[in-house]
């Protein structure tokens, strides 16, 4: 079987909640669309617990990349422009959840983090699966052929890759059905739960799993962790017991 999911967002009760669920076995595959970390505090574990499963395939995401441009980037700090830079990609990162992140990863030994940064710079931007015939492009934002189109407005095709986002109505091209995370599917459906968003040839799956989680009576909109399994397109929620808060550091 193949699993898909996306946008977990270091929060270990909702991964372990669809892990419960799929009953993954050795024989399956599990696709992770990106951005294991930040928002909630579990991030660095989390991607941890994936590196050493053989059987689940990572994709690069924004806040992945945002990490590597913080951390594993050489500046020329006596350059103005550089120095700029740094800091400008620096309050990006901690404007959306990185912090949280950063605490963590600064108490792990140099030889971990240089194993953590490797991995990450190694991975992929989309992964092409067929499966009963059937073509899908796998990606976080964008399918990395998409990028000359927009290459103006975004400066390499991996920033493209990580940071696109699609309008509802925007088909991709190509013979395949896309299926991303990155945005959350609240803007693509109405109402007060996230649920996978299907249309034409596109199937988000970002379910908000950073977001919190359902407050008393159901007051306000909330996420949670969305897994499709590809076989039969059956769709896994994280089962939602309590209000969440995000945390910030």
């Not at 991709?172 to 945005?183: L, N």
Request: aromatic share 12%; glycine share 8%.
């Amino acid at each position: 079987m193949i699993y898909i999911i996306a946008d977990v967002h270091g929060n270990t009760r909702r991964f372990d909640s669809i892990m419960e669920q799929i009953g993954l076995r050795e024989s399956d595959t599990l696709y992770v669309l990106g951005d294991v970390i930040d928002r909630y505090p579990d991030g660095i574990r989390l991607l941890r617990r994936l590196m050493a499963m053989p059987n689940a395939k990572l994709l690069l995401g924004n806040h992945e990349h945002m990490m590597l441009e913080c951390l594993d980037r050489e500046y020329d700090e006596s350059d103005p422009a550089q120095l700029a830079e740094k800091e400008k990609n620096f309050r990006r990162w901690y404007r959306n959840g990185g912090g949280v992140t950063h605490a963590h990863i600064k108490r792990l030994k140099k030889s971990l983090r240089r194993r953590i940064f490797d991995y990450l710079r190694a991975l992929p931007l989309n992964y092409d699966v067929e499966l009963n015939g059937q073509k899908y492009k796998l990606v976080h934002g964008a399918p990395v052929e998409d990028y000359p189109k927009y290459r103006d407005k975004y400066g390499d095709e991996t920033f493209f890759a990580v940071w696109m986002r699609w309008d509802g109505d925007h088909v991709p091209d190509g013979d395949y059905t896309m299926i991303f995370g990155h945005t959350p599917t609240d803007r693509y459906l109405p109402g007060k739960t996230l649920r996978v968003f299907f249309a034409e040839r596109m199937i988000g799956i970002d379910c908000g799993c950073c977001f919190p989680g359902p407050p008393p009576e159901d007051e306000e909109l909330y996420g949670r962790l969305a897994c499709l399994r590809l076989d039969d397109m059956k769709v896994f929620y994280s089962e939602e017991i309590n209000t969440e808060k995000t945390k910030e550091g």
